[in-house]
Nanobody, 125 residues
């Protein structure tokens, strides 16, 4: 079993900064790709940024230059540093991990497209 848990959300003023963390738990050998998504009220969930195990990153145009994604493979943890936050960044932010190799009993298994429960980020004065 693999689970993801986000932390770090909250209320911040426009122009402020906030950092999110996502920890993957379980007997994990490796995680190929991890990403942050967000969903604002009445809108579809969208990709914010993602990162491969090798460190390659992609960002949504709306956050380029303001957000930075990173990960610590040894800790199975991913981060999102958000700077110069805008009211339109308000959303529930979700952690996603794909192609996870983990141990279950005496065998190695794979999990795909695993989601965290989400953390609320509100940007408001």
């Amino acid at each position: 079993q693999v689970q993801l848990a986000e932390s770090g959300g909250g209320l911040v003023q426009p122009g402020g900064s906030l950092g999110l963390s996502c920890v993957a738990s379980g007997s994990i050998f490796s995680i190929n790709r991890m990403g942050w998504y967000r969903q604002a009220p009445g809108k579809q969930r969208e990709l914010v940024a993602d990162i491969t195990s090798g460190g390659s990153t992609t960002y949504a145009d709306s956050v380029k230059g303001r957000f930075t994604i990173s990960r610590d493979n040894a800790k199975n943890t991913m981060y999102l540093q958000m700077n110069s936050l805008k009211p339109e960044d308000t959303a529930v932010y979700y952690c996603n991990a794909d192609h996870i190799q983990y141990q279950r009993g005496s065998s190695s298994r794979y999990a795909f497209d695993v989601w965290g429960q989400g953390t609320q980020v509100t940007v408001s004065s």
